[in-house]
């Protein structure tokens, strides 16, 4: 397990959402520079991005939800193409557990364990 970890449960359908592709970046003085990328598990999990060394600094989950509305019936239907959740890291020896909440018309987040 990495020390970046993510879920992503459908709210609306009430089950794990599988196959969403979710992509890790760490900020730069110049943007952000990504860092690890790979599809929810049959479980709504992402337990490892390949991030190396954990460091502090500002991090962001983007989670592509287009496609997976698309194999859901809801192409067009569903309001967010995509979410994204900045988070800061201020101790590297933690692990961070960051996951999302979704449905075709909102999503929250929070800091799991």
């Known amino acids: 397990m990495s020390a970046i970890t993510t879920h992503v449960l459908d709210t609306s359908r009430g089950s794990p959402a599988a196959g969403v592709v979710t992509i890790l970046f760490r900020a730069n003085d110049d943007g952000w520079d990504e860092i690890g990328r790979s599809p929810t598990d049959d479980n709504g999990r992402v337990a490892t991005f390949d991030t190396g060394d954990l460091t502090r600094g500002t991090y962001r989950l983007r989670f592509e939800l287009d496609d997976y509305f698309a194999d859901h019936a ?16 201020e101790d590297p020896s933690q ?19």
């Not at 960051?98 to 364990?113: A, D, H």
């Open 74 to 89: 809801l192409t067009g239907k569903a309001f967010y193409p995509y979410a994204e959740i900045a988070f800061r890291v």
């Open 95 to 113: 692990h961070y557990h960051v996951p999302l909440l979704l449905s075709p018309f909102g999503y929250s987040t929070y800091r799991g364990s």
